[in-house]
């Protein structure tokens, strides 16, 4: 029903207010428009326009057959400073939207037709203002508004853009995809404690760590009887001291797991905070866990090769004081001395040792530092075979046997083949010590030459045999403790590694080893 009076005071009084817009709608000529003059418009959309102005809420009214358009203040920013304001005020949809038109047309429909009302929740619906079509997010509804019969007239639209909050959380997300993507190539194992219940979240890692059901939650008690027995107790005491009143909330620790899944020892660093409210009583103790087995079991080797080689260099060391010492004496009471040869032969044995020693460590620092230079020449393996075990002849405890091709040349560095063979020779003299014979074998394989060099002694335990040709790996049998850093069969490998060729060993605990290498016979 449209309004009778020719008064307009009824009308201004609907319209008043509201700020820029309802300005805007009051000086607009609505006259020249498809709905006509205010004080033709019904009571229904005066009620709803008036709704809108006072509203600090955004609200947009498509109004008629042709979709009119009205909105407030509040929704005004959404239209941004150079785009569809102030042109949107009175324009029809279909011409104010173009660009989105396929999406919001059917919504209209839907509400206009007297069917249900719509809500959208961070919706993307891209709009054209400041000059270029922006991405914008919105959380709206549609709702139906009746005339004075009853019949749908128009769509009221009260939405909020939330594009900034979107942005936010999509910023956050990627930020929490960046760290879980850190966290993973990092292998750390995260996990997150609540300290009133004692229960506690981690990741698929940590679980498989501690050999935990990968369920959502994890009672701490089965966590802490993974850690081994040594360490459990110092670990529930950080726990406690970290989330106690007062405290810096700092959880820092290493210690030892094992997994009864796997059985597997795994030494951790477990790096944590605990978080407290305003009373002073923790929350929350979260933090990561790294695995740090290999550079513990590094250090170790580290500190173990020190205590070895400390130990080695200064048996020598007092041998050769002491022989100095009587030497100096000697001459000193009488220079024709019978003993003089006797300790002569001593001290330049034990700088024997030393240099052999001292040649070891010059060698790894060649390796690591990519210096082991090769100087090849054609040379016959037997005549070096049989130069360089001149010494284990002469001591006469071993009979070298050399069998196979004698014949053979190969295109190798002289010196660095002989410190293989001595060494291999040398580790079969020194490991088999009731044994006379020593096997050196040349032969042919795949094209390669073959050369073994194969003893009667004690053997190698399967589990040692992976890592003998490791940097300062020590094999000590049956308690026996043998001489040596732990550099000759590493340096060994590297040495025919260089040379292109392979090296093993065959072993069996108490019947002797067998050590293979291989040399290309043409370069």
């Known amino acids: 029903m449209l309004q009778s009076k020719s008064d307009t005071s009824i009308n201004n009084a609907y319209l008043a ?57 509040a929704y005004r920013p ?13 324009q029809p949809g279909e011409e104010c939207w173009p660009e989105i038109w396929t999406v919001i047309k059917p919504l209209i429909d839907q509400v206009m037709t007297g069917q249900e009302a719509t809500w959208s929740e961070d919706q993307l619906i891209p709009i054209y203002r400041n000059n270029a079509l922006e991405d914008v997010y919105w959380t709206f509804g549609y709702s139906r508004v009746n005339d004075e019969t009853g019949k749908p007239a128009g769509v009221l639209v009260i939405c909020n853009e939330t594009t900034d909050k979107v942005k936010a959380y999509n910023e956050i997300h990627r930020a929490n995809k960046e760290l879980e993507f850190a966290i993973e190539a990092a292998e750390l194992g995260t996990w997150d404690l609540d300290p009133k219940t004692n229960v506690f979240m981690g990741n698929d890692r940590l679980k498989t760590w501690f050999g935990l059901p990968h369920d959502e939650k994890i009672d701490l008690e089965k966590a802490t009887n993974v850690v081994v027995e040594k360490d459990r107790e110092r670990v529930i005491a950080a726990i406690f001291n970290a989330v106690q009143n007062g405290s810096d909330g700092n959880y820092n620790i290493i210690y030892t797991i094992q997994s009864p899944v796997d059985n597997i ?18 929350y929350r103790l979260s933090g990561i866990l790294q695995d740090v087995t290999d550079e513990f079991q590094l250090q170790q080797r580290k500190d173990e090769f020190i205590s070895v080689a400390s130990h080695e260099l200064k048996t020598p060391i007092t041998s050769l004081k002491a022989s100095m010492q009587i030497l100096q004496k000697l001459i000193k009471e009488d220079q024709t001395s019978i003993k003089l040869p006797l300790f002569v032969d001593k001290a330049n044995n034990n700088v024997g040792k030393l240099t052999n020693l001292l040649d070891d460590l010059m060698s790894v620092s060649k390796v690591q530092n990519g210096q082991l230079i090769l100087n090849k020449t054609w040379i016959n393996l037997a005549n070096l075979i049989n130069g360089c075990c001149d010494h284990v002849r002469l001591a006469g405890t071993h009979e070298i046997i050399l069998k196979g091709n004698t014949e053979l040349m190969v295109c190798a560095d002289y010196v660095r083949i002989d410190q293989v063979i001595v060494n291999l020779v040398n580790n079969a003299v020194k490991y088999a010590p009731h044994s006379k014979e020593i096997i050196i074998n040349i032969g042919l394989s795949n094209g390669m030459a073959l050369v073994s060099v194969k003893d009667f002694g004690i053997g190698i335990s399967p589990e ?31 040495i025919i590694k260089r040379h292109n060729g392979q090296i093993w060993v065959e072993s069996e605990l108490g019947k002797g080893a067998t050590f293979y290498f291989t040399l290309p016979i043409e370069q």
């Open 265 to 282: 020892p795994r030494i951790v660093k477990a790096i944590g905070k605990a978080l407290f409210d305003s009373d002073g009583n923790a």
């Open 78 to 90: 959404s239209l941004g400073n150079n785009g569809k304001h102030p042109t949107a005020l009175g």
């Open 17 to 73: 207010g509201g700020g820029e817009m309802g300005q805007l709608i009051r000086s607009y000529d609505w006259q020249n428009s498809a709905i006509g003059a205010p004080d033709k418009w019904s009571q229904s959309l005066l009620t709803t326009i008036s709704i809108i102005l006072n509203s600090k809420f955004p609200m947009f009214l498509w109004w008629g057959p042709q979709l009119i358009q009205f909105y407030n203040d």
């Open 464 to 494: 040692k045999m992976p890592h003998l040709f490791d940097r300062y790996y020590r094999v000590d049998t049956s308690g026996v403790q043998f001489s040596g850093l732990g550099l000759g069969l590493y340096i060994s490998a590297e």
